[in-house]
């Protein structure tokens, strides 16, 4: 194995007591972190050397729900509602994609990801072209730019906005076992599993759900009631609100993530809580679409875990995490008027341990600790917007961006360095890109 020191920064450990160590060091052997401390190490002999020297030293940031599936309409149809916008034209172009468009979207995807300074991203993957073999494709993709992330396969058996997104449920069982089986061995890269939204699968196609992912030890991953049309949906057909109705089919648990959560009820709440379900909040996603303000102070009360997420390029509109942590904060100090509602290094938990936990990875990622896996990056504060630096937590959530970030680690492995990315061709994958959106967008006739 070989070993990696990283000395002389500020270390943000986000450990239980969400330590801060001034000129530190971290030693990492593979893909672990062995040793984290002041100064410098015993050892002195080590493979490769980072000078941290003026930079804060984080935990890659878990964003943990995203759509890179969607990555070629950012921009497009802005300014609508969620269901407005998805019908009008994120719907019509993902019908126009192929299956090689879906596969050069993970990659310009991860990338954005990686320089924005997330190592770990949970992929909601969907697609009208599930036959083609879209999803092992889109998951191989992911794979080789380096990134770690969770690939849920999602999708609906019962009614969608366009019936073009719906699959049989003997299909969704025959393609999420294969996808699983090919995977199951693969610790950066998993697969997760889950209908899309409430509103869409059957009883029954939750209830396969559930039992795909007890008997394939995968986790689960759904929107919940994201706007009020959410609930409305599952009312008209089940009389009950998305969170009761999951109740009711045997999805919540501590292997699942309701991500979004903006209308619930008090009974709603208690329901999450006493079943251990991880949520997930995208403030900027909601803002953008108009959804809502998710109850974030009462769902901390009541001891619920919640990760962060920036949800997908085309609702957001980029995958900074940074402004993520800035927009979680700063629209819960405005929404209860009380200044300390969120602050900085709670949403930088969030962002960190709170996935992890979601992900259930709570003891092995999102911490600078020895014996965590090598999840690193490294963000330059010699810069006028980050100077001076009183409070390093501060500096981070209200200060920095995405593109501060300079170095990135994943799994022990240098992904990008001074914003280079080392295992794709950034350039390459940009232009294609460029080229293929536009296709798309005409085939649709956007
Ligand atoms: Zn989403």
Request: proline residues 3%; hydrophobic residues 40%.
């Amino acid at each position: 194995m070989s070993t990696l020191l990283i000395s002389g920064g500020t270390i943000l450990t986000s450990d239980d007591e969400n330590s801060v160590i001034e000129n530190g060091y971290v030693l990492v052997d593979g893909n672990i972190i062995v040793e984290v401390g002041s100064g410098q190490p015993m050892a002195s002999n080590c493979d490769e050397v980072i000078d941290a020297s003026g930079s804060l030293v984080c935990p890659g940031f878990i964003n943990a729900h995203t759509h890179l599936c969607m990555i070629f309409g950012r921009s497009l149809g802005s300014d609508r509602s969620l269901l407005h916008w998805l019908s009008d034209s994120q719907l019509p172009l993902m019908r126009a994609l192929e299956t090689e468009d879906y596969a050069l979207s993970m990659e310009l995807g991860a990338i954005e990801n990686i320089k924005a300074g997330n190592t770990t991203i949970c992929e909601v993957f969907v697609s009208p072209h599930y036959a083609d073999g879209v999803d092992e494709v889109s998951i191989a993709s992911l794979d080789r730019t380096g990134i770690r992330s969770i690939f849920f396969r999602c999708s609906n058996d019962e009614s969608f906005l366009d019936e073009a997104f719906l699959e049989t449920r003997h299909n969704i069982i025959k393609r999420s076992e294969r996808l699983i089986r090919h995977w199951k061995n693969n610790a950066r890269t998993r697969v997760g599993i889950g209908p899309l939204v409430p509103w869409g699968a059957s009883a029954d196609a939750f209830e396969d759900a559930v039992q795909l992912s007890q008997e394939n030890n995968v986790i689960m991953h759904l929107h919940t009631a994201e706007t009020p049309e959410y609930n409305d949906l599952v009312r008209q057909r089940t009389g009950k609100s998305n969170v009761e109705m999951l109740a009711d089919v045997g999805v919540l648990g501590d292997r699942t993530m309701l991500n979004h959560c903006v209308h619930l009820s008090d009974h709603d709440i208690g329901l999450i809580a006493e079943t251990g379900s991880h949520v997930i909040h995208d403030p900027t996603s909601n803002m953008l679409l108009a959804a809502g303000v998710a109850p974030i102070s009462k769902l901390r009360s009541a001891g619920i875990n919640i990760g962060l997420a920036c949800d997908g390029p085309s609702c957001n509109n980029t995958q900074d995490m940074i402004q993520v942590m800035k927009d979680a904060a700063l629209l819960q100090k405005v929404v209860t008027l009380q200044p300390d509602a969120l602050i900085a290094k709670d949403v930088f938990a969030m962002a960190t341990r709170g996935g992890a936990r979601a992900i259930g990875m709570g003891s092995s990622l999102g911490s600078i600790q020895t014996g965590f896996l090598a999840d690193l990056i490294l963000i330059d504060t010699q810069v006028p917007h980050l100077t001076p630096m009183h409070d390093p937590m501060a500096t981070l959530v209200y200060s920095a961006r995405g593109s501060d970030v300079q170095t990135v680690i994943i799994d022990g492995r240098i992904v990008m360095q001074d914003r280079h990315i080392t295992t794709v061709d950034e350039t390459e994958i940009l232009v294609k890109a460029r080229e293929r959106a536009v296709r798309a967008r005409q085939c649709a006739g956007l």
